[in-house]
């Protein structure tokens, strides 16, 4: 499956290897069912609602002096206060209780299947592969570990441990450095054009290939990838045309 020229492959986790998206959904259906006990179906909703509206703009100061688990704890906290105003719950712990249900059903869910796991196995064959996340250092670590893919990669690289993120040219170029390549040597495959497709393309590697699994048009005025395909899956498909 060797392509000319393309001696490494980087790949995104979230969403990309993963599922994220579907388990976070079952996550919050799991918190849906706590706050039940304790709210009705409408405000439930609404305090879930606010939870992923929080996570989605989330900013994490790791010189904050809070943890991601204090931050994302207190995330459930306004959102029942924002919510239901003075009529709190009397369960001082509610909102603690309601992040470690969603955490820990997240990652309890979150696993690459049996067919990506093959697909893998075959690509580190004959290429080097680099997985390259962006994300706060604890969590995107606990899903490494939760995963057991480390050995699946030459390289594990996560955006919370330096100073820029994708799709920062800066975080490409450690990449480069530690799989020993060059920019024109490598693909980019991953799901976000803001990040995996645009960070390719600046730091100039040989091929850009967006996941896009909900079939979704890109917006206006937004970056082109090389490749588009709906699965990582069909990854051997683009390979083949860049012999």
Known sequence: ???????????DLDNTLIDTAGAGGVAIQKVTELLKTTFGHEHTIAICDRFKHKLHHETFDPAGGRTIDEVRISHWEESIQEVMGGSTSSNPTLASECYYQWKNTRLELLTITPPVLTLLKQLRTSHKLLLLTNGETQTQREKVVGLGCQGLFDAVVVGGEHAEEKPARSIFTHCFGKLGVQAHDCVMVGDSLDTDIVGGFNAGVRATV???????????GSVHPDYTIPSVLDLPDVLAKLK
């Open 1 to 11: 499956m060797n392509s000319e020229g393309i001696k490494a492959i980087l790949l």
């Open 210 to 220: 967006w996941i896009n699994n909900g079939g979704v048009r890109p917006p206006e």
